[in-house]
């Protein structure tokens, strides 16, 4: 029988499965080159960027190494007509997408042969990407960074699992083994993990944003920017002060918009962790070090190929307790 896992793995063409979030400004060529080598699925995260600097980006990716890798379509992006255009034109194997419906490019991407795998936060948007045709769901709770829905990854995973009848990759809260192993005991095919390679050597992100991710503790995230539509997790600090206190007094969503603009870019390419955003997810009171992507991607192989051994033998207690 072939398994969820297989069957993810044989369509990405992929060894573990394990792809890496497509963070803008964060997730850069090195990093996707990166985990693609090491037998994941490294994401170039598109954002706010224009074509040219993506199409840097590829080119990197495809110098560095020969295995299947992605770009993630930030679809709120002015650029993201262009950015499409740019990955159909080099055959980028895989897109991700978020923060919005990719429906209306499905047809490009079939003809192209791009596999398409929408980040959704809800069941509803899951099912109608199904029938438009994409390859696979990933869905990310609220336990996330950056721009999220509301509903819990415990949750949400099973509820898109039983909704669709293609591969889900699970996202939001997932950093160890244990994560990988809960996420396919709750139906999914694979995860995606964006917080923990921040902190990946190859990450190009400023060192600050790396030290404040390795800071973070259990309640150092907060959601931000929930009255503009577009909530955010971030790590508490100036910034998200000013922006709850603005909130509070009622501040249009302009106003909170214009107070985001650049502020992404000034925390990951500045380092500045005081008055820039600084985009993580809860997990990253779980990330504890910096080290090479290849090495990350074997930690979480390894130790849920050990949690799966013991659990094994779990169930076969249980059988013999209920035969
Ligand atoms: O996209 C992300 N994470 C991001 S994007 C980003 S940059 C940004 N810029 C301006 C405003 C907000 C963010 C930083 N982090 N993750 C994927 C994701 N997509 N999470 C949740 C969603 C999502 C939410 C609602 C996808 C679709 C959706 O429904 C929209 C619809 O059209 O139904």
């Not at 896992?5 to 997730?27: E, F, S, T």
């Not at 990988?180 to 709750?186: D, I």
């Not at 650049?262 to 779980?286: H, N, R």
Request: proline share 4%; net charge negative; glycine share 12%.
């Amino acid at each position: 029988m072939v398994n969820n896992h297989d069957r993810l793995c044989n369509l990405l063409n992929i060894k573990y499965p394990i792809l890496q979030g497509g963070m803008a400004w964060v997730a850069t060529g090195e990093l996707a080159a990166a985990v693609s080598e090491a037998g994941g699925l490294g994401i170039i995260g598109a954002g706010h960027a224009p074509p040219e600097v993506v199409e840097d980006d590829i080119k990197k990716v495809k110098k560095l190494t020969s295995n299947p890798f992605g770009v993630n379509v930030m679809l709120l992006s002015p650029y993201a007509e262009e950015i499409i255009e740019l990955v159909l034109k080099e055959k980028v194997p895989v897109v991700t997408t978020g923060a919005g419906n990719p429906g209306k490019y499905m047809e490009d991407f079939k003809k192209a042969g791009t596999r398409v795998f929408p980040v959704v936060a809800s069941v509803a948007l899951a099912k109608r990407l199904e029938r438009q045709g994409v390859d696979g769901i990933i869905a990310e709770g609220m336990e996330g960074g950056g721009h999220i829905g509301d509903i819990a990854t415990m949750v949400l995973i099973p509820q898109v699992v039983d909704t669709v009848n293609i591969p889900v990759i699970a996202a939001g809260g997932i950093v160890d083994g244990r994560g990988l192993v809960a996420a396919l005991a709750l139906g999914a095919s694979g995860v995606q993990m964006a917080t923990r390679f921040i902190c990946a050597e190859e990450c190009q992100a400023h060192p600050n944003y790396k030290e404040a991710v390795i800071k973070a503790k259990d309640r150092d995230t907060v959601i931000c920017g929930r009255s503009t539509g577009h909530p955010v997790r971030v790590i508490k600090n100036k910034l998200t002060r000013k922006l709850e206190k603005l909130e509070e007094e009622g501040a249009s969503r302009e106003e909170l918009e214009e107070l985001g603009i650049g502020k992404l870019k000034s925390a990951v390419i500045e380092g500045d962790v005081t008055t820039g955003s600084l985009m993580a997810g809860q997990c990253a009171a779980l990330v504890n070090t910096i080290q090479p992507a290849g090495e990350i991607i074997k930690e979480v192989v390894t130790e849920a190929s050990k949690i799966m051994e013991n659990m094994s033998e779990i169930g076969r207690s249980f059988n013999k307790e209920n035969p």
